[in-house]
Structure formats: C-alpha cells, structure tokens
C-alpha cells in the first residue's frame, strides 16, 4: 500500500476522529473553567457603536499591523493568511470539490471556486474567445473574471511560500539572537508543517518532479496526509486559533469593549 | 525548587476561568501586540508576549498533559532558582497594565493579565520590591496616617481646602449624595487636587461627603502587588464606609488605578456588585456642564491637549467627557498625535512602576519620613529598571512634544508624576495638571 492509499482511506477516520476528541477536549476545558461573577454596571452605548465595537475588534489588529509592524503584515496576515492559505484552502477548485465530497451543501461556493493554474487564468471572460466544451458554460470562465490571473492555485500558492517561509526565516533570529521567549518550537514544527503542505500540493498539481503515475501519487498522498497530520493536530497546536481562538477572543474583546463603553 | 514556589503557583493558577485559558492558551507568537507596549522600548525580551510567556511556562507545567510529560520541550517549566526569579522579577515589573496589547492582539489576548499573575506568585516567595511592599502595609493598617508626619501632611491639605470654602469640611456625614473619595498617593503626588475637587464640590452646592481619613493608599495596592486577599480588605473597607455613610455615588478623583478597579474590576474580586456607583471627576463634571449646572470660561493659554490614562480610558471607557470639558475650556485644543482613547499611548509608570525606581521610593520615604530598606536582589533589579523606565516615559514626552503643547490635562495623578518628571528629565517646558486643578478658575456657577 502507498503513502496515498494509506492517507487517503486509513488516516482519515483516525485523523476526524483525534480532532473531534481534540476539539472536545479542549473546549470542555472552557466550558469547566467557566466562572460566573458579579458584574459591573455596563456603559451605556448606542447599538451602533457596539456593532461598530464588534466589527472594530476584528479589524483592528489589521490595521495596527498595517501602522506599525509591516512586514509581519505583508508576510503573515497577507501572504499568508488573505492571499495565501485561506483563498487556496477553501476556494482552489480541487479543494472546493474535495469539501463538497465530504459536506454535499459546500458545493454552494462552487461557482466562486479558484481555477488551478495561471496558464488556464488567460481563458476567461477577458479571453477574446471561448473555449469549446460540452458544459452550459466554459469551464474556465470565472466569476472571478480578469482577477483570475492573480486568483489561481500557483499564484496564491506561492504567495503562502514565501509567506511561510519569510515567517519560519524570521523566528530564526528571534529564537536564537533576541532570544525571544514567546518564539517556541512549535511554531516552527508548525510552519515547517504548513510548508510541506505547500510544496507538495504545488508539486502534486503540477505533476513535479516527475509525471508517472506512481511519482504523482506519492506527491499527492504526501500533501493529503501532511494535510490530515494537521488536522489532528489542530487542536492541540497554535493552528487552533483557525477554528476557536480567534472568534473566541474577538467576540469576548468586543464584549468587553461594550461593557466598559468604549 | 525555590522554598514555596509550588504552593504559591497552586494559588494563583487555582482563580484561572475560561477568559484567563484563553489569555494562556491562544498566544501564536506573531508580535503584532509587540509595538504598542511601552516596555518594548527597553528590549524585545519585554515585548508582551515575551513577559507573558513567563507565567505560559508554568501554566503549561501545572496544567497541560504535554508541559506534565515533556517539560521544556513543549515551553513547561517551573523556576528553579535565583536566576529565574530574578528575570521573573523584570518581566513582572516591566509592565503598567495599561491594556494596550490587549486591544491590539490579534487574538484579544491579555499579556499585562499574566504579567499580574506573575507578580502574585512572586508575591508569595518574597519578590515584591519593597517601596510596594511598604505602601500595602500602609494601606492595610488601620489607620494609613500611620505615623505623626503623614497625619500632618494630610491635617496640612483637609486645613487648606477648609481655608478656601471657608467654612469646616462635610467630613464623614451621613446622608450625603456624593462621597468624595480621595487616596493617600494623591495626599503624596498631587496634594492640590483633593483642594481643588473639594473647592468645585463647595463652589457647585454639592450635597457631599468624604472620609475624615484616606481609605487606602492607592487601593488596591493589592493588585499592584499581586495579592488577592489585601484587595479583598482594602474593597471591604471601601464598602463598609460607603455603607456607613449611607452614600450613593463614590467619586475619585485618581483616575488611574483605584478608578478602574472600582469601577469596573471589584464586581469580579468580590463577587458583588457595590451598592453605589463609581464616578469619576470627569464624568461628574461633563454631566454639570451638560445639565447646565456649569459653565466653562473659555481662555487663551497657549496649546492644551488631554492625555487619556490608560486605566481611565481604555480600560473605563471616559474618553469624551473630558475632552468636551478641556475643548470648552481654551480656543487652542489639539489631540495627541499617537492615538487617543482605546488607542491612547501610556504614561509609561502606572501600576507601581513609578515608584519602585530611586527617586520614587526618596518620594516616598520623604512623605512618610520612614526608610525603606530594598533587598539584596532589589539592587540587582532597581538600576536597569531605571533606565527602562526613563525610555517608557520619554516616548510620551515625545508625543505631547510632536503637537508643542504647553499643558497636558489629564485626570489620573500618577500620569501627572510620570508626564512632569519626563519633562524634568528630558528638558521640555510643558506641565501636566489634573482636570479638576485646570478647571478650577475657569468655572462658573450658574
Ligand atoms: S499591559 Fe501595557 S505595559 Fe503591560 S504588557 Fe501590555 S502593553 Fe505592555
Ligand atoms: S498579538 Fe497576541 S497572539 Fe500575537 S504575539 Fe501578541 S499576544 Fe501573542
């Protein structure tokens, strides 16, 4: 049995269910640790200002990178978060079909799906023609019409490369010169993770560094199973904040800004 | 294993809710929080993430199954000796609370929360410096006029303001609709302030009211100093007063933190909403104008702007009183350049800072004409906590110098200490007064 086999019909139920637990465990712990306590009397403000407040507390780390920290800007909320691995993980056409498999209603986003490469990204609505096929529409002409030429799977892809790889670069000083203490180990497991999932999804799509059959499926098993290593990780890894952390500290920032009136 | 370490890290870790794993658990290193803290300036190792990740090492040693079973690897790990307490001092200690990591996190985490939590387990084994130490003690004893020398400097400004009214003080009456509460650190830093909030309680025909004697020195010292239960004491006898007295509204003129701890903080330690509300200066003095009550004589006086504590500010949400108050107030208003209000840069000395450096703890023992005697280990901690704390505070300086202000209004005293030494030290001609000080001559009663 190959690598593919393996990831693709043996680590899958493992790895759902190692999340499922995971995601359980840790939100139980929330759940247990819940206090309730006095509350203070809130300020009174307007409900405008509060969805101002709500929209303002998820914003604002954004903008106060674009102010003050721009290069972690440019690397890690643009490359590669905005550009880099939420686009390609939720809209690249073979993922968008990958989610539909699984969760039949995913199928909704169909239309906004991401084609793959920017060699197909000329056929679209700019193109001067349309390609001849058997579907009511041509099959590369995007909602995403000129923007296609940047909105593709190598396009986007790269970017979270480089991102990545700017962000692991980066913590190698931090960790060993400034001897920064929030830089941990895991972060590097973490983005060296990211960076295996990266190159070889990159290199299953385009048939690198071979095009037999078996070479590809290596490829393409060695991007599914990095791929389902972090998923089971994801609870127990910074990852979480994808899925909890990040809503759940925004949400309660917000309330807390209601509370005190800001 | 330093003596009583395990003890002390079970206590605090015990309080932790959902909100403080939150705080401990979702940190992913970016470093956006990283710019915006004001000890960042005295080196990356105390950006907020970093001072947090002190208190993250324990927590994952006591709490998580993997710090249990792989220990450093995973960031879990325990003190273990007088080099680590001396860095955990550092980091403790190189934090005002002033919320600004928390409102630029990208994951609404509070680094400062942690560093508290650091103080309360050094707290336990010995390591708070000892001017903090000292002044807990003062606001734990009985009385706080605790010698003949501080009973004076206090009988000195209740005799003061008594001259300007006119007539005795409305000292502990029963009854009244406002209770005056004024701190020992005010008796200290800024003395005019008690005078001048009690000559505008006079000049407005308040019904009012105020201790015969401060209720704490900054309450709570114990936040500061990381203990629970003397905050617990110092809120009881808050409470106690104000139930004695009957009163309805607490008003503070501090707007650092015994404004928001108050105001927003003691619900929580104590488990119980107070029977009166908390109102600051600001807050009262905006309703007056706003009700009419008040005018405000508007002068030229060269360029004022507000300075917003942190604690009054971002962490209590008073941000447009005071300005409606100072814009009333001259023709030449600008706001400080770095941000303002949620995204106010800090004083640089809150939270006890200020007064763990040399000149705070000569303040101090020249108030109480008491010496304090620092610990071995606060010699190797005080002179670098020095220059640290000169850096934090010129980056305000700089700020108010950017716009040429002439006069920094604000409403918190320990930001007028920090913003008039700054000025001292870096040789700049602008003055920081409290808004009540400011106001005084200026306003009206209709
Ligand atoms: S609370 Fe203020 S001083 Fe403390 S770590 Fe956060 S930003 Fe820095
Ligand atoms: S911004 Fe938040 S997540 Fe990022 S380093 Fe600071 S505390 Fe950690």
Known sequence: MGLYEFAVYDMFVPTIAIFAFGIVYRLSRYVFLYKRTAQPVWRRTSIFRKIYLLIDAFLHAIVGAIKRSKVTFVSGIFLLHFFGVIPVLFLLSHHVAWWSYYFPPYGILKPLAIPTSATSSTLTVTAPFTPVTGMSYSFVNTVWGPLTVILNGDVLAILAIIGTTFKLLEKIPGKFKEKLARVRLGDFVALLLLLAILISGYMATHHLPSGDIETYKFMLGLHIFTAEILVLLLPFTKFFHFVFSFWYGKLHEAYDLWRRGL | ?446
């Open chain 2, 1 to 446: 294993m330093i003596e009583g370490i395990e003890k002390a890290i079970d206590i605090v870790l015990s309080d932790i809710d959902s909100v403080t794993l939150h705080f401990l658990e979702s940190c992913v290193s970016c470093g956006i929080c990283a710019p915006f803290c004001p000890y960042t300036v005295a080196g990356p190792i105390y950006e907020p993430a970093d001072k947090a990740e002190e208190m993250r090492y324990i927590y994952r040693k006591r709490m998580t199954i993997a710090g249990k079973v792989l220990g450093p690897l995973v960031g879990a790990k325990y003190p273990k000796d007088e080099e680590d307490l001396d860095r955990m001092v550092n980091m403790a200690y190189r934090c005002v609370n002033c919320r600004y990591c928390y409102q630029t996190c990208a994951f609404g985490i509070y680094s400062g929360k942690l560093v508290i939590m650091l103080r309360r387990i050094l707290d336990k084994v010995g390591r708070t410096p000892s001017t903090l130490k000292y002044l807990q003690s003062i606001e734990l004893s009985d009385s706080v006029l605790i010698n003949d020398r501080v009973r004076e400097r206090w009988e000195g400004i209740l005799e003061e303001a008594k001259k300007a009214i006119g007539k005795d003080l409305p000292l502990d009456r029963e009854g009244a609709d406002v209770v005056y509460l004024p701190w020992l650190a005010e008796a200290m830093l800024t003395p005019e302030v008690i005078v001048s909030t009690i000559k505008i309680l006079d000049m407005v025909g308040e019904n009012w009211t105020m201790p015969s004697e401060p209720l704490g020195f900054e309450p709570p010292m114990g936040v500061i100093v990381g203990d629970r239960e003397s905050e617990r004491k110092v809120f009881r006898r808050i409470n106690s007063y104000m139930a004695k007295v009957g009163g309805k509204r607490a008003l503070i003129s501090h707007g650092g933190t015994p404004y928001m701890e108050m105001r927003f903080e003691m619900p929580f330690v104590m488990n119980e909403r107070p029977p009166y509300d908390v109102v600051h200066v600001t807050e009262y003095l905006a309703e007056l104008y706003e009700g009419g009550r008040i005018k405000i004589r508007r002068e030229e006086n060269g360029k004022v702007t507000w300075h917003d504590p942190c604690k009054l500010a971002r962490g209590s949400g008073v941000v447009e009183q005071p300005r409606i108050l100072v814009k009333a107030s001259t023709t030449d208003y600008e706001d400080l350049p770095r941000g303002t209000g949620m995204y106010s840069h800090c004083c640089g000395g809150g939270t006890g800072i200020a007064l763990i450096t040399c000149d705070g703890r000569k303040l101090i023992e020249e108030f109480t004409g008491e010496k304090i005697e620092p610990a071995e280990w606060e010699k190797r901690f005080c002179p670098p906590l020095e220059e640290d704390y000169k850096k934090a505070i010129k980056q305000k300086i700089d700020e108010i110098s950017e716009i040429n202000a002439n006069i920094v209004v604000t409403g918190c005293s320990t930001c007028i200490y920090n913003i008039n030494k700054g000025a001292t030290i870096y040789e700049r001609d602008f003055q920081a007064v409290h808004i009540v000080q400011y106001l005084l001559d200026k306003i009206e009663v209709t």
